[in-house]
């Protein structure tokens, strides 16, 4: 199935055809295959109308082409991941972790694969199952090594790889149901443990101990099990993924937000039905402040941990931005300041041992470019202030500043910017909203009680 060009330079068709594969993902993810035209793809991939036909014959030649770009990768991540490892386990366990950190990188040409198969000929069709059978042929060769060794039970192994793999791509597929309620760590760690252990309540047999960490609990390594924490603006996608994962770890956890109703991307409500959970609203107890701090310290008790997320979580492009599109922003700052300074003037009474500000993600700034710079600012400023004044009292102040980091389903800002963005961050990578969120869990733990006053920027090395 070669797919015809007139160009004789190697490497300037691979390089062209990676143009044209990117901007073909964006395009046909947004507008379908058969809607998307050459005309607008060229002008996508920065070529003109004539010069795309240099380096394919047809639309279906492109679809082609990113099916050959997503498998290439898988094959090189894969077998990357497994090389001069022996232990059969231990390759199950690192082909489901590079699968799933490639389901992340390469997201929507891995849906539009599962969407648009059907258009392909015959010729075509079977060259996309016949990588696929190269890929489920690794998890197979895993699969049966670890039956040789007797560390895996027998089982129809072409049938067992199928399975793993169709719980790896529902990562994908059941995305619309998964975002909000899960991120990609816990999703691994949730296949591994099924495989390994089953939904079974008993601990897992002595010949199985090797495989028992595979559960997606967080709490073992930073010890907040028991503690009371209170997260205030929970309603952005850094709050929610931090609100799960602090019930997951045995926090009892109060949350504020400004709204009650959940959007798609963020659902703030995705845990209330916890009996760890209090939640408040700006709608049903006013903003946040000094006041209601106090009532909800009556309410749940001391405060032991106490996050504030300062950004707005913006998602989606505006059309135009108009004077006061920040105010949320700056509404959040004023919270911080008013709970600081009554920390501040408070200091007799139970404080918190932890404190961590969330500054903007770094998407916020296509909301408002000002208000962005001016509240990332002020929360390194405000970090820095309060630690001063609480080091003697043996409480630490820290914050946190997330990068560009991309979503379970990608939003409108990184359809539009996220190829110009991932460009000039340093890694090469957008971020995770786990990176921030195990970032914020490494400040409250007792590993960093000497660390205060700081900020880490979570950014893959962005100035």
Known sequence: MKIPT????????????????????RLFSEKGFHKTTIAELANEAGLSYGNIYDYIGSKEDIFSLIHDYAASSAMVALQSSIRNVSSPIEKLRRIIRAEFNLMDRLSDSILLLY??????????LHKLLSKEREHLNLIEQAIEE???????SACNVRLTANLIKSMIDSW??????????ADSLEA??????LIFNGLSS?????????????????????????QVALLVNSGTPIGTALCRSLLKAGVRLAVYSMSEIARRENPVACSRNSDRLRFYSNSHYGPMNPLLLKQIEKDI?????????????????????TIGSGKNIHSNLRAAEEIAGHLKSNTKSGLPSRIVYIAPWAWDQYEDPISYVTVKGSAIALTKSLALQMAPLGLTVNCVVPGFLKTARPSGLQKKYG?????????????????????????????AKYLTGQTLCTNGGMA
């Open 188 to 193: 691994e760690r949730s296949i591994l443990g």
């Open 115 to 124: 969407q648009e198969s059907h258009i392909l000929s015959k010729p075509y």
């Open 146 to 152: 670890g039956i040789k060794a007797r560390q895996l």
């Open 202 to 226: 008993k601990h897992p047999s002595p010949e199985n101990s090797h495989v028992t960490d595979c559960r997606p609990d967080v709490e073992a390594p930073f010890g907040l099990q028991g």
């Open 172 to 181: 994908i597929i059941k995305r619309w149901d998964l975002r909000g309620f």
């Open 301 to 321: 008790g001391h405060i032991d941990l106490y996050i504030h997320d300062l950004g707005i979580g913006a998602l989606e492009v505006r059309e135009s931005q």
């Open 419 to 447: 190829t110009k963005v991932q460009a000039n961050i340093p890694t090469g990578a957008l971020g995770e909203i786990r990176d921030v969120v195990e970032a914020i869990f490494f400040l409250l733990g007792a590993s």
């Open 6 to 25: 007139t160009v004789k330079n190697r490497q300037l068709v691979q390089k062209r055809r990676e143009q044209i594969v990117l901007a073909a993902t």
